[in-house]
């Protein structure tokens, strides 16, 4: 029974390839971020839609331009283990790699084509400034917060749109992964969705995802993406690639990828967990 493998490969940004979220690290670089990180919980969590907070959490905030831009550093401080190691060997072994974000988009694209990926793959929230005034020259970049860009990455179920926009006309399998609520109802726009809780395990999306990563390394992604052949492949690449895979088998033999599909589920045994013998 062979495990699919999936050419197209989506990626949600904040508390799945970097430990934060940016809108939280802002927020308590100015003194605000219990009242913020409580209104990103209860959107990730599905309690309340995205639209129902994004305009409220920046306007507690108001960032300037440079402030937003900073996050940037916090996402590379805290990349997930084993992130930027996973994006290469998938990009690699040929799977196209995105980003899909309800970030902010400045820090999230140059964190993403730090990892490697290419702009045009990278989806993220514009904002705009206010005009500077004064004699900003002797205090600095002050522009601040004005607005954001309202469209799908803005409202809980938006994800989805963009998911088709960016695959448009191409072939091949799709899978998306993510820790939050607005991924889960992303996965509508996908063959699978990949449930994340390597950095906050959220319960409404661990119940619904057909899979399920618990560690906090992206490791146990490849096999996923890729199939057996992805791991055998990664042997003949240098070692550092030849220790992912290694990791990556070891890390599903300890049961850190679970099922709510007991069909995906058995079908993932047999690949990998029982896999049937070489005959040469």
Known sequence: MRWPHYEHV???????????????????????????????Q??????????EVYDKR??????????????????????????????????????KVYIISGGLAEPVVEFGIYLGIPR????????????LSGRWWEKGDERRYLAHQEGALTVSDGKAQIVRELLGEQRGRSLLIG?????????????LFVGYGGVVTRPKVQAAARVYITCPSLAPLLPLAGGPAALRLLRSWPMHYQTLSTKALYLIHTGVVTFTDEHLESRFRAAFLHPEPTTH
């Open 10 to 40: 989506f990626f949600d940004c904040d508390s799945t390839l970097t430990a934060v979220e940016g809108i939280d690290v802002l927020a308590e670089s100015v003194g605000k971020g219990r009242r913020v990180e409580i209104l990103t």
């Open 42 to 51: 209860a959107a990730m969590d599905g309690q309340l839609d995205l639209s």
């Open 58 to 95: 920046l306007r507690a905030v108001r960032p300037t331009q440079q402030q937003v831009f900073d996050i940037r550093r916090s996402y590379k401080r805290h990349i997930v283990e084993d992130a930027a190691r996973v994006i290469t060997a998938l990009q690699g072994l040929g799977h």
């Open 120 to 131: 045009e793959r990278i989806r993220a929230v514009g904002l705009t400034y206010n005009e």
């Open 179 to 191: 820790d939050g609520y607005s991924d889960l109802l992303a996965g509508d726009a996908v063959d």
